[in-house]
């Protein structure tokens, strides 16, 4: 007798996705949304190392890369602006 196959535990994988969703929903807040783009690519690598949904993982940390980059670029906006606004230092 064979023994029923178990059903591969895709937890890690729906985690990289809903991080990487309100990642890239919140990429232009400056901080916000580096952070949570980069915890989202992070958790998308380390699902696709640990044999996750390749589809979940990939998508999670496909939309958390973008939003690293837009946060990145935000957060950079929002120091220049701060560092160059006038009344300051």
Known sequence: MTQPQAK????????TLVVGIVAFLTGLV??????????????GVFALTRGQSKPLA???????????????????????WLIGAPGSA
Do not use: E
């Open 58 to 80: 990939l998508t999670g940390g496909s939309l958390g890369a973008v939003a690293a980059i837009t946060g990145l670029i935000s957060t950079i906006a929002l120091m220049a």
């Open 8 to 15: 591969p535990k895709n937890g890690l994988a729906i985690t």
């Open 30 to 43: 400056p901080w916000v949304g580096l952070l949570l783009g980069l915890s989202a690519f992070a958790l």
